[in-house]
């Protein structure tokens, strides 16, 4: 396993921390105004799934783990989970809900994600950066308000809430990010 600095790891990396497996959830540089700058990491156990926090000088050596990464369409939710098929092999495999995190609300079926494995177990998920879809609620748009760059609440059809601009109706396609649930644009289609 290379060993990189630890300024170089990234989220959805995978490191090796005293003989165990953790994938990175956070990653923040903190540079104090006294002393050497330092990384600050969030990880998730691989095996058990405990959080826990390290924290490493930027000149310190990290274990940084190979992972393979394939995409997988999305098929259906099994309870806390997410059953994925293998493009290329058609097998399935169950993806837990901690793997994918909050941007799981803007899976759709057949959606095609790229799914990290260690050894055949998915270690993290990464969902298209965007998605398309309905507004099934908004408020109605009010004469004078499209003069103003002021947003208005709206209900998707996956039941998320977004602000959108008031020009936007109910039974509109809009473009959202999955990263952070923000309005992009209005659908083209």
């Avoid at 090796?16 to 600050?40: C, D, R, S, Y």
């Avoid at 177990?121 to 004078?144: C, F, M, N, R, Y």
Wanted: aromatic fraction near 8%; include cysteine; charge should be negative.
């Amino acid at each position: 396993m290379p060993k990189v600095n630890a300024n170089s790891i990234r989220v959805g990396n995978v490191v090796e921390i005293n003989g165990k497996l953790f994938a990175v959830l956070k990653t923040q540089m903190v540079q104090p105004g006294k002393g050497g700058a330092f990384a600050q990491f969030e990880l998730r156990g691989i095996r058990d799934g405990v959080k826990t926090q390290e924290r490493y000088r930027s000149s310190e050596q990290v274990e940084r783990v190979s992972l393979e990464d394939r995409e997988y369409q999305y098929l259906y939710p099994e309870g806390d989970n997410y059953a994925f098929m293998d493009i290329e092999t058609f097998e399935q495999i169950i993806v837990s809900g901690d793997v994918i995190g909050d941007p799981a609300v803007w899976l759709q079926e057949g959606m095609v994600c790229y799914i990290r494995t260690y050894e055949g177990s998915p270690v993290a998920a990464e969902l298209p950066q965007t998605v398309t879809l309905k507004i099934v609620e908004a408020d109605p748009v009010v004469k004078g308000q499209t003069a103003s760059s002021s947003f208005k609440p709206a209900i998707l059809e996956n039941g998320q809430k977004i602000l959108v601009p008031p020009h936007i109706e109910s039974g509109t396609r809009v473009v959202v990010g999955t990263a952070d649930g923000s309005y992009m644009e209005r659908a083209k289609d």
